[in-house]
């Protein structure tokens, strides 16, 4: 077991091989195991026949599933490095804002930086100088083994009115739309805030939340469109429920 974990930290990837790793790890982590072509090609802003090129490349290397039309997926190996792929940007983002005081909307593109630079010893250091478990956009930070957690959060939209929730994470795509990000900032939702589904109007019409604490509070308007893309838990809950993603090995154990 040690001699297979060795062999597969001394893999080298270029810059490029660990981008397509993290696009398709936080495919998963929305619970899409498989993506098609044209969607990696949209994420990563590349031609379609780029794509193929790539998961040729890493189907070689043994790290991706792929057939022509079908998509690709994550093999365990791929799985593995992936997650310390991610491992390294989120705790630098964490490392961004808790102990050089940047805004938690612009780190996305410096994290992505780093996270093709960190040494193991580096990104060592980097974590000891932080404590949340998650990046500061809500997502769980993977474990050093390369082991992936998921949570328990749903979109605001899935809420009923009267419930009190708290906000825990924004989905994957809003974490380099500065803009958005902003926008979220100035309302106050944010992950860690607390708020109250106060109405949820009809069809396509906005959500109306109750922001602030007993003494001082707002209602505000969300567009649906937004309101499906921030996740929240239950106000009751404590702590964010984390949940290991089980191996293959582990899955047939259960």
């Not at 469109?225 to 429920?241: G, H, S």
């Amino acid at each position: 077991m040690k001699s297979k974990q060795k062999s597969e930290e001394r893999i080298c990837l270029s810059a490029t091989e660990e981008d397509y790793l993290a696009m398709l790890l936080r495919s998963l982590e929305r619970g899409v195991k498989r993506v098609r072509t044209t969607e990696i090609a949209k994420v990563l802003k590349v031609s379609p026949a780029t794509v193929t090129n790539m998961l040729d490349r890493l189907k070689r290397r043994k790290l991706v599933y792929y057939r022509k039309y079908h998509g690709a997926q994550l093999t365990e190996k791929g799985k593995i490095l992936a997650a310390k792929i991610i491992r390294k940007h989120r705790i630098a983002e964490r490392f961004l804002v808790d102990v050089l005081g940047m805004d938690w909307t612009e780190t996305h593109k410096e994290a992505h930086e780093l996270e093709h630079a960190l040494s193991d010893e580096l990104l060592e250091r980097f974590e000891r100088l932080i404590s949340s478990t998650t990046c500061p956009h809500g997502h769980p930070i993977p474990s050093k083994k390369g082991e992936i957690f998921h949570d328990c959060s749903q979109p605001l939209t899935e809420f009923v009115e009267g419930e009190e929730v708290r906000i825990a994470k924004v989905a994957h795509h809003l974490e380099k739309d500065v803009k958005t990000l902003k926008k979220l900032e100035k309302l106050g939702l944010v992950p860690g805030i607390e708020v109250k589904i106060k109405q949820k109007q009809p069809v396509n019409g906005p959500i109306m939340l109750q922001v602030g604490n007993k003494k001082h509070t707002r209602t505000i308007a969300i567009a649906k469109k937004i309101a499906a893309n921030i996740f929240a838990i239950p106000a009751t809950i404590k702590d964010l429920c984390l949940e290991k993603e089980a191996s293959k090995d582990e899955k047939r154990s259960q």
